[in-house]
């Protein structure tokens, strides 16, 4: 298995653009994860779905991000507009089930100037 | 709430000596999940080990130990013998059912160890 993939794995984006960051979870994967980790605020959970559903967003920081999941092998992460504060390291992730630890993707490095 | 704290922010050590990280947590959760990540300089998280609250037994794993106490809320991590390879941040984790459910994983701030040749 070629493990959770995201793309690009660097962005660099003006801010007022619209910046989409894409994952592929690891197949038979029930959950999945996006995260954000800065030096100020470490890692932090964004959203997460199971079997593509949203269960939890209380983590998405304002109404200028946007989680979906189309299908079971497909997620994207969408900011409109990005702002310089949002640049960070955007980590997805999926598990197999509730209990069993993530697997994190390599990450995907945004910088808003 | 669910917390985690890592208070060695960095930590250097020479290589082949021991080394140990510390992780206390709080939750009210009676079942709660435990979790060690390394994320190496190149930036990937690595997933290194999962224990349950019910068992408290300690955990080897070839030069990598954890000693889970549940009287003191810690979950510490010991390298041994440590190489340049271990260099990286290790962040402690925790996972509750009550607290949000077990998927919502809370992480601890890092402990960057650096291992000098």
């Known amino acids: 298995d070629a493990g959770v993939i995201q793309s690009p794995r660097h962005e660099v984006t003006e801010m007022g653009q619209e910046v989409t960051l894409r994952c592929k979870p690891i197949s038979g994967h029930d959950y999945l994860f996006w995260y954000r980790q800065t030096m100020m605020r470490g890692l932090e959970l964004l959203i997460y779905f199971n079997n593509n559903v949203p269960i939890d967003d209380s983590g998405m920081p304002e109404d200028r991000f946007s989680a979906k999941m189309p299908n079971a092998s497909f997620s994207t992460l969408k900011i409109q507009p990005s702002e310089p504060r949002d640049s960070a390291v955007y980590f997805c992730?999926?598990?197999?089930?509730?209990?069993?630890?993530?697997?994190f993707g390599s990450g995907t490095r945004l910088t808003v100037v | 709430a669910q917390k985690v704290t890592q208070a060695q922010t960095e930590i250097s050590v020479v290589e082949k000596e021991d080394v140990t990280l510390d992780c206390v947590y709080e939750?009210?959760?009676?079942?709660?999940?435990l979790f060690w990540y390394k994320q190496p300089p190149s930036g990937e998280l690595v997933f290194l080990i999962r224990?349950?609250?019910?068992?408290?037994q300690n955990e080897i794993s070839g030069r990598y130990s954890w000693n889970f106490q549940k009287s003191t809320s810690s979950f510490n991590f010991t390298i041994t013998a440590s190489q340049v390879v271990d260099s990286a941040v290790y962040f402690c984790?925790?996972?509750?059912?009550?607290?949000?459910?077990?998927?919502?994983?809370?992480f601890g701030t890092g402990t960057k160890l650096q291992v000098i040749p």
């Open positions: 984790a925790l996972s509750g059912g009550v607290s949000g459910g077990y998927q919502k994983v809370t």
């Open positions: 224990r349950n609250s019910f068992d408290e």
């Open positions: 992730a999926s598990s197999l089930n509730q209990l069993s630890g993530y697997t």
């Open positions: 939750t009210r959760d009676t079942t709660y999940y």
